[in-house]
């Protein structure tokens, strides 16, 4: 499954935020998640729905993905190690898509999570409410939960898309463990980076 993906790096549309400091224009840390419900999803390879509410797990991580992004294909792997990892230790992991593309839509969701043995809950929600509210604009892009659903880390992954092998910040892994222990992440948000998110013209 890891497969050098860089070839199709150089055709991945690198899209991050052109300000400084602050890098999402929507939500910031420590304001409360925005709310989302009824998003069909899959899990297993079986239909679901999705609602922040009925995460019982103390964190819970929220990635916005996109199967057609060389780079979220390239993060696939980590994802899942990642989801395997805090299994069982209070974490949730969930997915969604929001892109205007077809192999973002359900049908094509299905196809990857089974190519790739995805092993979170992954929706698409085809209103995009989800992504402006938000304020997401790159795929893969995260964001931290704490119990009370304060929004505790925002950004990337890690320090290096290209290569699992060369990262030397894990700023999720990390702001995961610190709310685990009932402590602030000492990272609470870094510049997302991946392919942009195509909303539809209003």
Do not use: W
């Amino acid at each position: 499954m890891r497969k050098s993906l860089l070839s199709l790096f150089a055709l991945a549309i690198i899209a991050t935020p052109a300000f400084a400091g602050k890098y999402n224009k929507v939500v910031s840390v420590g304001q409360k998640a925005p709310d989302f419900s009824g998003i069909p999803a899959l899990m297993n390879g079986q239909d679901a729905s999705l609602s922040l509410s009925d995460a019982k797990e103390d964190v819970v991580v929220l990635v916005f993905l996109g199967n057609h992004c060389p780079v979220v294909q390239q993060y696939e792997d980590r994802l899942i190690d990642f989801t395997n990892d805090y299994k069982g230790k209070n974490v949730k992991v969930i997915g969604v898509a929001v892109g205007d593309i077809e192999e973002d839509k359900l049908p094509g969701i299905k196809k990857y999570t089974k190519e790739k043995g995805s092993n979170y809950v992954y929706g698409y929600d085809e209103s995009q409410a989800i992504g402006k509210a938000y304020g997401a604009t790159n795929t893969p892009q995260f964001f931290v939960f704490d119990k009370d659903r304060t929004i505790r880390y925002m950004g990337a992954m890690d320090d290096n898309a290209r290569d699992e092998k060369a990262v030397t910040k894990t700023y999720l892994r990390d702001a995961v463990d610190a709310l685990l222990k009932g402590d602030k992440p000492a990272v609470e948000e870094t510049r997302p980076v991946g392919c942009g998110v195509r909303y539809k013209k209003d």
